[in-house]
């Protein structure tokens, strides 16, 4: 693998940042850069905790947001593809809406330590 591969998990302990970055009922990019190559992940603050998805949608294997942060629909209850419309549920990832209906998102497990967004 070269720093260019995709990776599609990270390891437990990567401290990303502070959950007080992202505002309460949005979403946030994460890249993370290891030696076997780079992490694309988001992360959508919900209150003093937070859930993490791979950023790849199920169904055409793109990242979901065309613009920086944008993960979320309008009214930020639902996970949103930019490209081909699917809608995925914020606490499981299933895709409920769209071309890939049945499908979910592959999780990136987070946590908060300290106010810290971290992997687990």
Same mark, same amino acid.
């Given at each position: ?74 009214? +930020?209850?639902?996970?949103?593809? #930019?490209?081909? &419309?699917?809608?995925?549920? !914020?606490? %499981? =990832?299933?895709? @409920?809406? +769209?071309?890939?209906?049945?499908? #979910?998102?592959? &999780?990136?497990?987070?946590? !908060?330590? %300290? =106010?810290?967004? @971290?992997?687990?």
């Amino acid at each position: 693998m070269t720093a260019d591969t995709r990776l599609s998990a990270t390891p437990a302990g990567v401290a990303l940042g502070p959950l007080d970055a992202i505002p309460d009922g949005k979403a946030r990019n994460y890249v993370v850069q290891l030696r076997a190559g780079r992490f694309h992940g988001f992360v959508i603050r919900r209150g003093d905790s937070a859930v993490g998805y791979v950023d790849r949608c199920p169904h055409a294997g793109v990242p979901l947001a065309q613009r920086l942060d944008d993960y979320l629909t309008p009214s +930020g209850t639902m996970i949103a593809c #930019s490209w081909h &419309g699917a809608l995925f549920r !914020i606490d %499981d =990832g299933r895709c @409920v809406g +769209g071309p890939c209906v049945g499908q #979910s998102l592959t &999780g990136w497990p987070v946590t !908060i330590i %300290d =106010g810290t967004i @971290v992997t687990a």
